[in-house]
């Protein structure tokens, strides 16, 4: 499935880029995904989580190795490996609206 798909962020693993009850727009599938990129995803090795936003720091086989920005939460690739990225995240709505992507860009 492709398309555009509005998101709610839920916790503090994205803080500072994205906090806790931010609304954010993703574009569906994992194409065009790079380094740097915030995404949606989720974990084979976990599927009772369910879905995540996290950053896709590299190319693990047929996933991504995905991390927080928050380096006190590690409910990420380094807790439960290699990810399946479902969506990238382009842009958050609310509260203030702005672009997401890579640091720097």
Do not use: Q
């Amino acid at each position: 499935m492709f398309g555009w798909w509005p998101v709610l962020v839920s916790g503090p693993s994205m803080a500072p880029t994205l906090r806790s009850g931010d609304a954010i727009l993703a574009r569906r599938g994992g194409r065009g995904v790079r380094p740097g990129d915030v995404v949606v995803a989720r974990f084979p090795a976990r599927p009772d989580i369910g879905l995540v936003v996290k950053r896709a720091v590299r190319r693990a086989g047929d996933g991504w190795w995905i991390e927080g920005d928050n380096a006190f939460v590690t409910d990420d690739s380094r807790a439960y490996g290699v990810a399946l990225v479902e969506a990238r995240v382009v842009a958050r709505y609310w509260p203030r609206p702005r672009l997401v992507g890579r640091p720097g860009h």
